[in-house]
């Protein structure tokens, strides 16, 4: 007799390369022909409602978080801050990491958008408070 258990981890990991298989016959080719020449790690398959359906990770080399931290701190807003997180599509694991690099306190419970926020506020939005509060912010010319 089979245990059921190896059954079900069998008919998981069965159904797993089914929907992969699925995945790339849905991809663009010239996507797949990149992503395999590219010789990523990481592939971002997508669960409906969390993420883009057939997006692969990015495919270049990793960031370079100092120096993107470096960038966030010469930022004159937090839209612009915003704007450069936004734009480098970071994954969880990297907005921790950006986020230690600026000295900001992590929590597990911390959603990616209040990672963003902590992150931000440590980089950018605790300079600018500051300059306001010295009164060292310039004033809109009418």
Known sequence: MKNSKSDSTGVQVARLLRALATLVEKSDPAEVTAFLRSRATALSIGVEGHAQKGTYARATAPLDLPKLAQQLRALS????????????????????????LVE???????????????????????????????????????
């Open 77 to 100: 807003s937090r839209d612009e801050g915003h704007a450069l997180l936004s734009s480098a599509s970071l994954t969880r694991r990297e907005l921790e990491k950006l986020g230690r």
């Open 104 to 142: 900001t306190p992590i929590l597990k419970t911390d959603n990616m958008e209040r990672l963003t926020e902590r992150i931000i506020e440590a980089s950018i939005g605790s300079r600018l408070s500051s300059a306001a509060i010295r009164g060292n912010h310039t004033k809109p010319t009418p």
